[in-house]
């Protein structure tokens, strides 16, 4: 594996590399990365990982400070799991990036743009460079981050960047919970308070409850188990609207907070 921080390295490698794919992460990874890495292997000669914190993706710094950070542990998944590149700019580096050249995508004003504003400007930055840096044929993106995904299907989409996006499940663990770097924050009781929360979530979801159902029993339900939450949507995937009210088709979007850490999941 060979580990890379810059970019004008990168652009050296452009031309003898034909079909390879992309995973872009902000490190700490676990084994929902881990799956991204592997479906890259499966379909790619050769297969990039990034990692990089990108403080404008965050709207507290001390979310940020908080962030797990693990780089040698990295470094030792990816030599693992045969990444070929791993790139790790320096903030320095990113921040010398001229970006903001392409189109934005509209962003409906709701969860995460609503909760974090500037959030998705951040990530598209990074998108914008990377995606015009690396020779990359596939991106892997988990529907872990649904909302980001769109966003990222939108903005290749205006911008007809010829980068085929691979929407990724979301990797959990044995009891339900998506994995997440943030989980590392979270000590035992709180990890099961998560873990009982998705699966009444999943629960409601299978019982086929209407929209309005769902989304009043879940608020009932983080109402009596004192968890704060900035949302519960049940969204219509081909709008990425709100679904009607008696709708059965829908995806179930969440952020919520355990002992300050703000969790997003969908189901
Ligand atoms: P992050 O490092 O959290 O920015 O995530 C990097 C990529 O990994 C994003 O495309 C995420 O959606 C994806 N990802 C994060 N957690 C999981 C998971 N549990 N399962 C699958 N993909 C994930």
Same mark, same amino acid.
């Given at each position: ?82 990444? &070929? ?46 995606? &015009? ?96 939450? &900035? ?33 997003? &999941?969908?189901?």
């Amino acid at each position: 594996m060979r580990i890379v921080k810059k970019s004008k390295e990168i652009n050296s490698l452009f031309n003898s590399i034909k079909s390879s794919g992309f995973i872009p992460t902000m490190g700490s990874l676990h084994k929902g990365h881990e799956f991204l890495i592997m479906k890259s292997k499966q379909q790619n000669n050769v297969t990039f990982v990034s990692i990089f914190l990108n403080p404008k993706q965050f709207n507290y710094k001390k979310d940020l400070k908080n962030y797990p950070s693990n780089i040698t542990n990295d470094i030792k998944i990816c030599k693992k799991n045969k990444v &070929d590149y791993l790139f790790i700019p320096s903030f320095k580096e990113v921040y010398s990036w001229k970006t903001y050249k392409k189109k934005f995508p509209k962003i409906k004003n709701i969860m995460e743009q609503k909760f974090r504003s500037g959030h998705f400007k951040g990530v598209l930055q990074v998108i914008e460079k990377l995606s &015009d840096i690396l020779p990359a044929k596939r991106i892997y993106l988990g529907e872990k981050d649904y909302q980001q995904l769109k966003i990222i299907k939108d903005y290749f989409s205006i911008n007809k960047i010829k980068i085929k996006i691979i929407k990724c499940k979301t990797i959990r663990d044995k009891n339900g919970l998506a994995l997440s770097s943030r989980n590392k924050l979270l000590n035992f009781k709180n990890i099961t308070k998560a873990s009982k929360l998705i699966n009444y979530i999943k629960k409601v979801k299978n019982k086929k409850n209407s929209a309005s159902s769902v989304t009043r029993l879940i608020k009932k339900y983080l109402k009596q188990n004192k968890i704060k939450f &900035d949302y519960v949507k049940c969204i219509n995937l081909k709008s990425f609207e709100n679904s009607k009210k008696n709708s059965l088709k829908f995806r179930i979007f969440i952020a919520f907070y355990l002992n300050k850490v703000r969790l997003i &999941d969908n189901v």
